[in-house]
């Protein structure tokens, strides 16, 4: 009984239901520091605030925004193939100039012209067409 009357009494300028109440509350403080202390093994660069808004950034940027940088591989490529196609389209169109102007100032080109194009013969000629076909062996 003298246990009981002892820990009822104050020790220290404490009772017994104040300890617990401070146990209870470091208890809780322990179990929401778990959190610190798993997050205190890290590395401190891990823990820069900074470095992983950064590291979010770059990681968006590169993969999941719409103009990220394999679209951008992909729209330089078609760029370059439409550039090379325009290149042929206008020396297509400089060829065809060039023939134009010939078939409007000179007459052998447009007799030329008309034989290749268009089979076309003299009355006093015989048409012979041969096509070329592969050779076998």
Known sequence: ME???KSSSPVGGMTLNSL?????AENTYTSKSLLRRGLGRLPSWLKNKYLLASAFFIIWMFFFDPKDV???LNRRAKLKDLQRTERNLDQQITDTRKELYLL???AQTIEKYAR???MMKKDNEDLF???PSPESN
């Open 116 to 118: 290749e194009k268009y």
């Open 104 to 106: 409007k100032t000179n």
């Open 70 to 72: 394999g679209s951008d």
């Open 129 to 131: 067409i041969v096509d």
């Open 3 to 5: 246990a009981v009357a």
């Open 20 to 24: 617990l109440m401070e146990k209870n």
